[in-house]
């Protein structure tokens, strides 16, 4: 089951706003408009919140500025922290992302709504795999510790692999 938390908003001051105001909490679609915004001038927001099979939270979004913002508020809750972008600068969005254990169970597999991609798993040790293109990018054996949150990035060098067609 997806559950996707949309945010409206007109700057990112809302957001901060809108977390304090309980808003942004629990599961589900929330809607925050800033009073001054009128419609034609509010930009959409979507950063998806869901639980894997297992029952595992995580977050993915990211484009853009506000959608950062908004992540970087809900990071405390995660320890793995996977963004995803081109060699160059920009950041990459829709990278199909396996995550799976150890001994191979699947975790997640999923297509990324943006270039961030946060989860909160156990203890353990985990193999990460992520397309982008029909490239693939991989960690294998990266090692999760009780209260020590992984920031981890993938790289993918997409000019080249444009020009090589």
């Excluded at 191979?104 to 985990?126: A, C, D, K, M, S």
């Amino acid at each position: 089951m997806m559950d996707r938390l949309t945010v409206t908003m007109r700057c990112g001051a809302l957001v901060a706003s809108a977390l304090s105001l309980g808003l942004l909490s629990g599961w589900g679609v929330r809607e925050a408009v800033s009073a001054e915004a009128a419609p034609q001038e509010a930009v959409g927001i979507t950063v998806i919140q869901e639980k894997t099979k297992q029952g595992y939270p995580y977050i993915s979004g990211g484009v853009g500025t506000e959608e950062r913002e908004l992540i970087e508020k809900l990071a405390k809750a995660y320890n793995l922290k996977l963004s995803f972008a081109d060699k160059t600068g920009p950041y990459l969005s829709d990278v199909k992302l396996v995550i799976e254990e150890e001994k191979g169970r699947e975790i997640v597999n999923t297509t990324t709504n943006g270039p961030w991609f946060y989860i909160q798993l156990p203890e353990g040790t985990y193999n990460v795999k992520a397309n982008f293109k029909g490239k693939t990018r991989e960690m294998t054996a990266l090692r999760l510790q009780k209260d020590k949150p992984i920031r981890r990035t993938l790289l993918w060098d997409v000019a080249e692999e444009i020009s090589t067609r």
